[in-house]
């Protein structure tokens, strides 16, 4: 369990760390709900969901997990800040080498570099955490050997670094900048400082008030993380004014408590990653290796930024439970407009075929022809066309529907939904196959009843297929098609056939408006967007505070 107990002072807690079994597959758990949770329609809130999703699962993967699991690997104290904050000045100068290539060209630092004593390097080897960078392990090397120092070694790589002149159970990462003109830099920098036990906050006399540094302090409060800011690069003359300044934002912002150190503009301040004297950066050097190496101020440094990650999570899983019930809510919204369209079409169609208006245009005129001037053959060939168009123009007027419906609908945006790949086989030919599929059965059936009659008196089956298919499809215009086949086949015969073929044919209905709608619904069906996921973040959520 993690623990606030009595208070020191007048603002902080006595925070203390004692991880059970329990809590950790409470976690994971969680974890693993929140890596599954998906944002895949384009509605307002989903950007900042999809972000967030990120971040807690980069805290969870890269600093909660590993640090409550090895509760005494050392102090991860991650070096963040914008563009020329003076960040690997700042790193090498607490180390007491150049370790950390600062550039000349924006954006400066490209590969995160990871700085421990030799004797924690196992710590950070392995994918304990940042499990999704790969490392690049730089052995240690003469302090004056400069030429050794690594450049840019490639996106999602660590470099580590191991010196004896930092103490044991305390490391530094200098990330890249927050501001970096590189997406991916910008990324990797909010990842890494997620990742840390301490937040050291770089920001300059220049920047101070820039939008950016802000950002992460107020992400860091919100977080309660342990948090440390420097004021870098602060000319002589206005030290003391700009401090104030500062520390007058940092109190209104509700930070007036974190530790804050200043460093002043040197000449081994200019680009290049030259070293500042030890006595510029030694107040916070000394702050730092005291919070790796007094095992109260230890304790109390990580168990508070756990301790913050996990209160953190009680707005945060809410926030993410909410945005996948809006995704949910926005594909059932996607997904009624298309059974409405298809449900309120199939009812037309079905009005359309009892009022019998297959049998009209080209149908028509074939059956006031036959048997004189038409073929059995032609007179199905003509039905079943007559048929086809009616079906494919209910389903084209369903489409349409749709399409009005969506328009309204942000979700619907989502790619592939609304401009639709093109098929390899259209709309007409589809339907064409099963009203050709319907006739073939019902010719069938025909010959069947016809095999059943005295040879001397068994009329053509084409003819009988023609007829039923001309009293199942015409209405009242065709009753002389069902006297007709009353007359060929007998009463019985031509009631049990029109039986087969109407329920034949509303059969084949069914099936190809139902593939016509799964065909409408399958890009949306394939962005899988489902209502468990919110359920599961707040029971995921729920049983994790249980076990706190």
């Given at each position: 369990m993690l623990q606030k107990d009595s208070k020191i002072g007048h603002s902080s807690h006595v925070v203390t760390l004692d991880v059970r079994p329990q809590l950790l597959d409470a976690l994971s758990a969680l974890r693993d709900r929140v890596a599954a949770a998906r944002f895949p329609l384009p509605l307002a809130?989903?950007?900042?969901?999809?972000?967030?999703?990120d971040e807690l699962l980069a805290q969870l993967d890269d600093y909660l997990v590993p640090?409550?699991?090895?509760?005494?690997?050392?102090?991860?104290?991650?070096?963040?800040?914008?563009?020329?904050?003076?960040?690997?000045?700042?790193?090498?100068?607490?180390?007491?080498?150049?370790?950390?290539?600062?550039?000349?060209?924006?954006?400066?630092?490209?590969?995160?570099?990871?700085?421990?004593?030799?004797?924690?390097?196992?710590?950070?080897?392995?994918?304990?955490?940042l499990p999704d960078l790969t490392r690049v392990w730089v052995p240690q090397q003469d302090a004056g050997d400069e030429s050794l120092l690594p450049g840019d070694e490639g996106p999602r790589t660590l470099r580590v670094e191991t010196v004896d002149t930092l103490p044991r159970g305390l490391a530094l990462l200098d990330a890249p900048d927050v501001d970096s003109l590189l997406a991916d830099n910008r990324v990797l920098a909010a990842e890494l400082i997620c990742a840390a036990?301490?937040?050291?906050?770089?920001?300059?006399?220049a920047r101070y008030a820039d939008a950016v540094p802000w950002h992460l302090l107020r992400t860091a409060k919100e977080h309660d993380a342990t948090l440390v800011t420097v004021l870098d690069r602060v000319p002589h003359q206005v030290l003391s004014e700009v401090s104030r300044q500062y520390g007058?934002?940092?109190?209104?912002?509700?930070?007036?408590?974190?530790?804050?150190?200043?460093?002043?503009?040197?000449?081994?301040?200019?680009?290049?990653?030259?070293?500042?004297?030890?006595?510029?950066?030694?107040?916070?050097?000394?702050?730092?290796?005291?919070?790796?190496?007094?095992?109260?101020?230890?304790?109390?440094?990580?168990?508070?930024?756990?301790?913050?990650?996990?209160?953190?999570?009680?707005?945060?899983?809410?926030?993410?439970?909410?945005?996948?019930?809006a995704q949910y809510a926005a594909a059932l919204r996607l997904t009624a407009?298309?059974?409405?369209?298809?449900?309120?079409?199939?009812?037309?169609?079905?009005?359309?075929?009892?009022?019998?208006?297959?049998?009209?245009?080209?149908?028509?005129?074939?059956?006031?022809?036959?048997?004189?001037?038409?073929?059995?053959?032609?007179?199905?060939?003509?039905?079943?066309e007559s048929l086809a168009a009616l079906l494919l123009c209910a389903v084209s007027a369903a489409d349409e529907r749709v399409d009005d419906a969506w328009r309204r609908e942000p979700a619907a945006g989502a790619p592939g939904l609304t401009d639709r790949a093109p098929e390899e086989e259209s709309a007409e030919q589809r339907i064409g196959v099963a009203v050709r599929r319907w006739r073939r059965v019902v010719e069938e059936h025909a010959e069947e009843e016809v095999r059943g009659l005295e040879k001397g008196v068994a009329p053509d089956a084409e003819a009988v297929a023609a007829l039923v298919a001309t009293a199942l499809l015409g209405g009242r215009r065709a009753r002389a098609a069902g006297e007709g086949l009353a007359e060929r086949i007998g009463a019985q015969g031509a009631l049990r056939l029109r039986d087969k073929a109407g329920r034949l044919l509303t059969d084949y209905l069914d099936k190809t408006?139902?593939?016509?709608?799964?065909?409408?619904?399958?890009?949306?069906?394939?962005?899988?967007?489902?209502?468990?996921?919110?359920?599961?973040?707040?029971?995921?959520?729920?049983?994790?505070?249980?076990?706190?």
């Open positions: 809130g989903a950007p900042r969901a999809r972000a967030n999703r640090r409550l699991r090895d509760p005494e690997a050392p102090l991860l104290a991650v070096i963040g800040g914008s563009t020329g904050a003076g960040k690997s000045t700042l790193v090498n100068s607490l180390v007491g080498r150049r370790v950390s290539e600062a550039g000349v060209l924006r954006p400066t630092t490209r590969t995160p570099v990871l700085v421990c004593h030799p004797e924690d390097h196992h710590w950070f080897s392995g994918m304990r955490v036990d301490i937040w050291v906050m770089v920001t300059t006399a007058a934002l940092l109190t209104k912002a509700g930070l007036g408590e974190v530790p804050r150190f200043t460093v002043p503009e040197l000449p081994e301040s200019a680009w290049g990653g030259g070293l500042l004297p030890a006595t510029a950066v030694a107040p916070l050097r000394a702050w730092l290796v005291q919070q790796a190496q007094d095992p109260a101020a230890r304790r109390h440094a990580m168990a508070r930024t756990a301790h913050g990650a996990l209160d953190s999570l009680r707005t945060r899983m809410p926030e993410l439970a909410g945005a996948a019930a407009a298309v059974d409405g369209a298809y449900d309120s079409e199939y009812a037309r169609v079905r009005g359309r075929l009892q009022a019998g208006a297959v049998l009209a245009g080209g149908a028509l005129k074939r059956w006031r022809s036959y048997p004189l001037d038409c073929t059995a053959g032609e007179l199905l060939d003509a039905l079943s408006l139902r593939a016509e709608r799964e065909r409408r619904l399958a890009p949306l069906d394939a962005l899988d967007v489902h209502p468990e996921p919110q359920a599961e973040l707040i029971a995921a959520l729920s049983v994790l505070q249980k076990e706190r």
